[in-house]
C-alpha cells in the first residue's frame, strides 16, 4: 500500500505545516499579541499556540484511523529493550560535553559555575515529559512509520522527510511566538541563518530518533531523548551558564541546532542505522493492536 502511505505522508506534511500558519491566523485574527513565548517554555499559551500544537495529533490520528496504509501501528508500547533507553539517556549529556569542551578548548566557550542547574534542568525536564509525548508520537510515531512505509530505498530519505516536516512545524514558533530577546537567549544568529540550521539539526536528529523508533517499534525512548535534549540545553542557554565570543554558539551550543551536535547527532544516527539491518521495521503481528 506504498500509494496510500504517500498520499497519507503528503496530507500529513500539509496539515503540519497548515496548522501551524494557521495558529498564527487564529491570534492574529483575535488580537492577540504573538512574540511573547519564552524559551523555558514556560510562558503562557495563546489559542493559536493550542492549534499549532495539538493540530499535528488531530491529523495523525484521522489519517491513521481513517486511511489505512499498511505501515503499522503508531508505537505507543514502550517495550524497547533497556539499552534503547540507556542511549536515550547518556547520548545528550555526552555530546554536550563534547561540545562544550570543544568550545572552551578553543577559546571561545566560557563556563559559568553558579548554581541552580540542577534544579533547572530537572524542572525543564518535568516540563518536556508533557509536551515531547505528543511531539514524538506526530513525528515518530504516525511521521516516520508513514514514511518507511513509501517504499522508498533504503531508511535515511524516509528519516530526513519526517525531519524536515517536524523542522518545518517548528518555523511559526521561533518566528511568530518566540520574542527576539528570548531567542537571543538560545542563538546569536540572525533568523535567516539559524532556521536552516535549525532545520538541518531536526533532520539530523530525525535519523536517530527515527532509526531508534524503527529499531524497537517504540515512540518512548525519544520521547526521553528529546526530553533530555532540552533539559540540558535550555537551562544551560537561558540560565546564562554559557558565554560564546561572537556568534561561536552557532558551533559549540548545546542547542540541537549547532554545528558540532547536529554532527554528532547526524553520525549516531548513521551509524546506528548501517550497524545492522533490522528485521522489519514493524512490531510482530501480535504487538500490533497495543501500539
Known sequence: MTGRARLNFALFTLAVIGTGWLGVAVDRAAGVQTATGTATSS????TGMLVFLLGPLVAALLLYLLSRDGGGPLGL??????RWYGLAAVFYPVVTAIAIGLGVATGLV????????????????????????IEEFVFRGYGTRTALAMGLRGRLVPHLLAGAVWGLW???????WTSAADMRLVTSLPMTLFLPLMLAGTMAASVLYGEVRARTGSIWPGVLMHSVCNAIATPLMVGGYLTFE???DAVFSPVAASIVLTTLTAAAGLALMHSRKPATVRPPASLEKIG
Open 43 to 46: 510562558g503562557n499559551g495563546t
Open 77 to 82: 508500547a514502550p517495550r524497547a529493550g533497556l
Open 110 to 133: 566560557t563556563v559559568t559555575g553558579r548554581p541552580g542547574l540542577a534544579a533547572a534542568v530537572i524542572s525543564v525536564f518535568a516540563v518536556q515529559l508533557i509536551k515531547n509525548p
Open 170 to 176: 517548528h518555523v511559526p514558533l521561533y518566528l511568530v
Open 246 to 248: 561572537g556568534h561561536s
